[in-house]
């Protein structure tokens, strides 16, 4: 349904080109949910906003594309034309909703005014909030009515960029129990972006990691969070809480994220990494299949 | 060293509409000298509030909060600043880069209140004492110089740490200090955390809404919903088995790794 391609895209700023995704490819199909994890300024985001079509117009396609049911999309705003069936659920709950208008008037616009008592219901909002503003709600409040909204008009793909940020957990159960829900009745497809490895873990089918604009590992959510095979998605899981006995023994993945405006090399983990050999500089790598679902981009994997 | 007997706060509603809200509602616990205890709720379950009432933030309603004896729950916010105790509870923000003053360098920040607390004037100390706490949260001395806006994310989270420190505190208040960063952000903040605390003789007030950074970093835990205390006692015990239904639902609810919540789905295979 939804294929990504080869997806190069850059930035021109100030300090130069911003090299912020390098040959992405991703494929998601009906009914399936998708997690994208990394840490911040791995590019997560400007790939979900990529998908969206919300681009900036600064960015520019360097290589590839993103096709939609077969036909391409544009990534950058102002050149979207399709009207593709896909929502997204955003990062800021606040600053996504509309602030002169009640919660009841927002949600009646998206999804017409019958079904906004239900659309509450399912994210666990109380009846009485439809005729409050969003500045009356709390911040998990505002980010269960972004996730109304964008579930209220019915998505065949959604993008749910790090939707239970700042919800407790039973909420958070709740709210991937719906997303899980509708991708098994209605098909609907989801692409779950989150630093929270083991909420992607235990909700989705595939997991795909970035680092530095690079995908490096995309597999079974189990066999990535069981087995993963590249070092960097290795220590990501390592540095979980729920990994560690005490405080003491939680890792941390060493040094920073490369600056992506300035010279990279073919793998932008290679001066993190402690498996790094000579010959990973030599060449640009790509996705190398290790099973027919599982997918890495290392020379010298784990397993 | 605290001692918090059926703490309160409510707010009085505003406009037609709205009634009086209890935020924090009859809570008591103690914590001794080093100690730790964790706070765990849902947003809006009063975790924040409850800080802020014991760092005298805001004032509290009812009930009382002492501080070695002394009950500073009596002492209003306002004149609170003046009291010896002021310098001993320190708080730490939850987003650190909307809480550091933006056009104060990372330097500044930590200096400021070494002078306002500790009342230190000689500026060749000073600077020394700064230095020093950069190095006891693993802050590169170079990036003191730093306005908030040119720090990543876990640089400005220790500089939070670093600031919070400078007074000596005995007790430290944090408010969800990783929420905003990466796990392996977050965990190098932990670890950080968790180092401090003996170093530094600290006792914690961790407010948290994830349940696993809670049981790394305290021995014990309080659950709170609605305002209420639902489950209080040591963090290994309520793991392991929790009394109440809430204290059930919250560690249900928490996903793990190796407990696939779809695990029956049909895997679709992509096309």
């Known amino acids: ?303 | 060293m605290l001692k918090v007997s059926r703490l309160t706060k409510s707010f009085k509603g505003r406009g037609w509409r709205s009634h009086d809200v209890l935020a924090v509602d009859d809570v008591n616990f103690e914590i001794a000298r080093g100690g730790s205890l964790g706070v765990v709720g849902e947003s809006g379950s009063g975790k924040s509030t409850l800080a802020r009432m014991i760092s005298r933030l805001i004032d509290n309603t009812g009930g009382s909060i002492a501080f070695e004896g002394i009950d500073i729950g009596a002492v209003s916010p306002s004149s609170f600043v003046r009291r010896p105790e002021r310098r001993r509870i320190q708080h730490v923000f939850q987003d650190t880069g909307e809480n550091l003053t933006p056009h104060l360098t990372a330097g500044a920040a930590i200096a400021d209140p070494i002078r306002r607390l500790v009342g230190l004037a000689d500026e060749r100390q000073i600077r020394l004492k700064v230095e020093a706490l950069a190095t006891s949260v693993a802050l590169n001395p170079e990036l003191l110089n730093r306005y908030p806006h040119q720090l990543s994310g876990g640089q400005k989270a220790r500089v939070g740490i670093a600031r919070a420190l400078a007074s000596a505190p005995d007790l430290l208040i944090l408010d969800e200090p990783t929420a905003a960063l990466d796990v392996s952000v977050q965990a190098a903040i932990l670890k950080l955390l968790h180092g401090l605390r003996s170093e530094f003789r600290l006792a914690y007030l961790f407010i948290s809404h994830d349940i696993e950074v809670v049981r790394l970093m305290c021995e014990d835990v309080i659950i709170m919903r609605l305002g209420r205390v639902v489950e209080q006692g040591p963090t290994r015990q309520i793991l392991k088995a929790p009394q109440s239904d809430y204290g059930r639902e919250l560690l249900e609810a928490v996903p793990r790794l190796n407990d696939r919540k779809h695990a029956s789905r049909a895997m679709i295979a992509p096309s």
């Open chain 1, 1 to 303: 349904m939804l294929e990504v391609r080869n997806l190069s895209i850059e930035f021109s700023t100030r300090r130069g080109t911003v090299k912020a995704l390098d040959r992405i490819d991703l494929s998601i199909a009906p009914g399936e949910i998708v997690g994208l994890v990394g840490e911040s300024g791995s590019g997560k985001s400007v790939l979900s906003y990529a998908i969206s079509g919300l681009l900036d117009r600064s960015a520019r396609i360097a290589s590839g594309e993103i096709r939609w049911h077969g036909a391409v999309i544009e990534p950058v705003r102002e050149r979207r034309s399709t009207h593709a069936a896909i929502a997204q659920i955003f990062q800021n709950p606040r600053a996504s909703l509309n602030p002169i208008m009640t919660v009841r008037r927002q949600l009646g616009d998206v999804a017409g005014r019958d079904r906004v008592l239900s659309l509450l219901e399912n994210v666990r909002i109380d009846p009485n909030r439809a005729d409050h503003y969003p500045f009356e709600l709390s911040g998990g409040q505002c980010q269960r009515v972004g996730i109304a909204l964008a579930l209220g008009c019915e998505p065949e793909l959604l993008i749910a960029d790090e939707p239970t940020t700042g919800l407790d957990v039973t909420t958070e159960a709740a709210i991937m129990a719906l997303i899980g829900d509708l991708s098994q009745r209605r098909g609907m497809a989801t692409l779950l972006v989150t630093h929270n490895l083991a909420l992607a873990a235990a909700n989705c089918d595939r997991i795909a990691v970035m680092h530095a604009g690079q995908l490096v590992e995309c597999g079974p959510a189990e066999q990535l969070a069981y087995s993963p095979m590249h070092p960097y998605a290795e220590q990501l899981l390592a540095s979980v809480p729920q990994h560690s006995e005490s405080a003491d023994d939680l890792r941390t993945v060493p040094g920073l994220l490369p600056d992506l405006a300035g010279p990279l090399l073919p793998c932008r983990f290679a001066p993190r990494c402690d498996r790094h050999q000579p010959d990973c500089d030599a060449s640009p790598l790509s996705l190398i299949a290790r099973s027919p679902q599982h997918f890495v981009a290392c020379r010298h994997p784990l397993c």
